[in-house]
């Protein structure tokens, strides 16, 4: 199906997949393009709008993005956010100079005249800025439609052109009313319809699946994380038993979790199951590592080495499918030092799976590659996909090998699996569960005297992390009640052998990152 579509050319800005998020929310698909698209290209996509992002550099560095004048004679709505707003103005011949007061966070605004943008939106609100520079003078033909106490032009217009620019970004939750000012670009400027329905997806997914497919085989790698399980059901209801899952088990996983997906897709789901269990093989690769990036290189390569031998065994592979989502494949903005334009550089991601050159199908399916993390969410409550399984916290791809500080054994999965379970647990049972957006327990391989009984104890510590956060760029740690943290400290002391100690990481990122390694 066709759809409506709204254009988002990136600068480097960190918040560039948010923006196509919040176009996607309000029912208008849209895409990301690098800065450097040819303008043919994008003109020839007729997109009903085009939306610059921001971006960490200043328009009169001549070795960051820049885009030509003629994007703006095409005729298509455009609007510029922070660096796009600045890069907009500096184009079109205006000026942008440094600021002498830098705004960070939450600035109130004021919006001096009617405009489309601004529809439904109180004079005086709060928007989320960022910057260092800002436009000092408009190009001919704008119009200043905002201001803060230190930004003389927060938001600027020329609507006879439809061209509109915000200083602050709309696209994050600070700004109070971002949601509206989108939406009014979306509808009021750019006219759009409103036609990237969920609801359709489903039914145009697996009827596309099947033309494609045909009478041919699949084989999917099953994870058992959010977008290989949507993936698996919507081939599954699309083929039924000419999909095959493999399911490598790495025994890294959470507490019984291998257990579960596949009771899980054995129960739900008319489709061959294959599991894969190599736990041991993983422990000898890893006997003696300690550096997090080698840990890293093994897990993955050894994951790829068991998963392929697997497929080798597979008499006829037809399809390969993988759980690939739309941020796995977008083309990153940011350029390089000595020409921004010239190297594209693309996010590495384990779902996006390079083929031994002995293994060769009929093509890949990446059922998913329109969506993002939400999307695939929606998707897959409408497959009836149960719920723990679609609102799964993110876990990395070398699972508890980068909780487990320094060597990984037996021994310390065993434990960091058991602390971990109580913890969810406990976070689970005491209805908070909804507010975190990930919680999780830690092993760092640190050892500390403790008194159990009449005995000394020299065992392990337990760090437990939980935090609260809108996208992951930032993140803060959740403020979890006493009580709550003084059951999960005595159940883990209690429950789990060898654990002496139960500490709480209140870092948020940043400085630190959620996870520990």
Not at 281 to 297: A, C, I, M, Y
Request: proline share 4%.
């Amino acid at each position: 199906m066709e759809h409506q579509s709204v254009t988002v050319l990136d600068f480097g800005g960190q918040y560039n997949q948010l923006i196509a998020r919040r176009v996607r929310e309000c029912g208008v698909y849209c895409e990301i393009k690098r800065f450097d698209t040819p303008i043919d290209e994008i003109v020839a996509a007729k997109p009903a709008g085009i939306i610059f992002t921001g971006g960490p550099n200043s328009v009169y560095d001549m070795t960051s993005p820049h885009i030509s004048e003629e994007i703006f004679r095409a005729g298509i709505p455009i609007l510029g956010i922070c660096y796009g707003a600045q890069l907009m103005a500096y184009t079109l011949g205006g000026e942008v100079s440094s600021c002498e007061k830098s705004e960070y966070g939450k600035i109130a605004i004021h919006t001096k005249f009617r405009s489309a943008l601004f529809a439904d939106v109180p004079g005086d609100n709060i928007v989320w800025m960022s910057h260092t520079d800002y436009i000092s003078r408009v190009p001919e033909g704008f119009t200043v439609t905002a201001s803060s106490a230190d930004c003389p032009c927060a938001a600027m217009e020329c609507a006879d052109r439809k061209l509109y620019a915000v200083q602050f970004h709309p696209e994050v939750t600070h700004s109070e009313y971002g949601r509206e000012i989108m939406h009014n670009f979306l509808y009021n400027v750019c006219g759009c319809k409103g036609d990237w329905v969920m609801d359709n997806f489903v039914e145009n997914t697996v009827q596309s699946l099947k033309e494609q497919i045909g009478d041919k085989n699949v084989i999917l790698g099953l994870s058992g994380g959010v977008d290989s399980s949507v993936a698996a059901a919507l081939l599954s209801r699309a083929v039924g038993k000419q999909l095959t899952c493999v399911f490598v088990d790495q025994g890294l996983m959470r507490k019984d979790e291998g257990d579960y997906v596949e009771q899980t897709f054995t129960r739900m789901f008319d489709m061959k199951f294959v599991r894969v269990n190599c736990r041991d093989r993983f422990l000898r690769e890893l006997k003696g590592v300690t550096d997090p990036e080698q840990k890293r290189k093994i897990i993955g390569t050894q994951f790829y080495n068991v998963f392929w031998d697997e497929i080798r065994k597979q008499d006829e592979r037809g399809f390969f499918a993988q759980g690939t989502i739309y941020p796995d494949r977008i083309e990153s903005g940011r350029g390089n030092k000595a020409g921004q334009g010239s190297t594209a550089v693309i996010k590495t991601h384990h779902n996006m799976v390079k083929m031994p050159d002995d293994i060769e199908f009929e093509g890949v399916i990446e059922p998913l590659g329109e969506l993002f993390k939400d999307e695939v969410r929606k998707v897959g409550e409408m497959l009836g996909l149960p719920h723990e399984l679609v609102w799964r916290q993110p876990f990395p791809g070398p699972g508890l090998g980068v909780r487990i500080m320094g060597e990984i054994t037996a021994e310390k999965i065993e434990i960091l699996q058991e602390a971990d379970a109580v913890f969810r647990d406990e976070i689970e049972k005491s209805g908070i569960a909804c507010d975190l957006r990930q919680y999780f327990a830690v092993l760092p391989d640190v050892h500390t005297v403790g008194v159990m009984g009449d005995h000394r104890t020299y065992e392990h510590l337990i760090a437990i992390r939980a935090v609260t956060t809108d996208d992951f760029m930032t993140a803060d740690w959740a403020r979890i009640p006493y009580d709550i943290l003084a059951r999960v400290s005595n159940r883990i002391t209690n429950e789990v052998e060898h654990v002496n100690r139960v500490v709480y990481d209140i870092t948020s990122k940043p400085p630190g990152t959620v996870e520990w390694e």
